[in-house]
Nanobody, 113 residues
Framework: QVQLVESGGGLVQAGGSLRLSCAAS????????MGWYRQAPGKRRELVAT???????TYADSVKGRFTISRDNGKNTVYLQMNTVKPEDTAVYYC???????WGQGTQVTVSS
């Protein structure tokens, strides 16, 4: 059974930092590209960042220079370091495993101004 479990969300002031984690089980994590997505109220889910099995990363323009995606294959975990957060970063953040198209349950991030 595949599970992706996100953690690390919460309430943070604008300009602050958060680190999200996504622990994976039931998949061959080391060979799967992984991604972080987010969905704000009333908006479509959007891609935030991706990382390939080899460590190549891509970012949405809105988070470039502020967010960093990384992975630890030994821990089957992907991370999203969020720095200099803005109120518009408020959303539910979801982890995605490209291999098999699996999703986590999401973690809420709220940025106060």
């Amino acid at each position: 059974q595949v599970q992706l479990v996100e953690s690390g969300g919460g309430l943070v002031q604008a300009g602050g930092s958060l680190r999200l984690s996504c622990a994976a089980s039931g998949i061959i994590f080391s060979i799967s590209a992984m991604g972080w997505y987010r969905q704000a109220p009333g908006k479509r889910r959007e891609l935030v960042a991706t990382i390939t099995s080899g460590g190549t990363t891509t970012y949405a323009d809105s988070v470039k220079g502020r967010f960093t995606i990384s992975r630890d294959n030994g821990k089957n975990t992907v991370y999203l370091q969020m720095n200099t957060v803005k109120p518009e970063d408020t959303a539910v953040y979801y982890c995605n495993a490209r291999m098999g198209g699996y999703w986590g349950q999401g973690t809420q991030v709220t940025v106060s101004s």
